[in-house]
Nanobody, 123 residues
């Protein structure tokens, strides 16, 4: 499956952004989806994940209550709504797909990765 993330940009602290990740090539609804991010000088980290139906979601503690992951299987797209952005949210954000329905938060759980989209939050 091919993944294309978009929606990043430069915003001020407290603003909102919505990232989108469009999938193509395989049956999107069969894949568990995740969002990861990588800040300069840091390792890539899990941000949020969503089950194939969208009924199940998980978040890293630092974004709980601020970020919401969702998906539209009819549009083959997963979203990450980011509210109350902080400077520490600055990173390149990546979407990823996993054919392992038990996939968790590890990078190795995911089979396919999109190119990242830069999110910069100025304080």
């Amino acid at each position: 499956v091919q993944l294309q993330a978009s929606g990043g940009g430069l915003v001020q602290a407290g603003d909102s952004l919505r990232l989108s990740c469009a999938a193509s090539g395989r049956t999107f609804s069969r894949y568990l989806m995740g969002w990861f991010r990588q800040a300069p000088g840091k390792e890539r980290e899990f941000v949020a994940g969503i089950s194939t139906s969208g009924a199940g979601t998980s978040y890293v503690d630092s974004v709980k209550g601020r970020f919401t992951i969702s998906r539209d299987n009819a549009k083959d797209t997963v979203y990450l709504q980011m509210n109350s952005l902080k400077s520490e949210d600055t990173a390149v954000y990546y979407c990823a797909a996993s054919s392992n329905l038990g996939a968790g938060r590890r990078l190795n759980d995911y089979d396919y990765w999109g190119r990242g989209t830069q999110v910069t939050v100025s304080s």
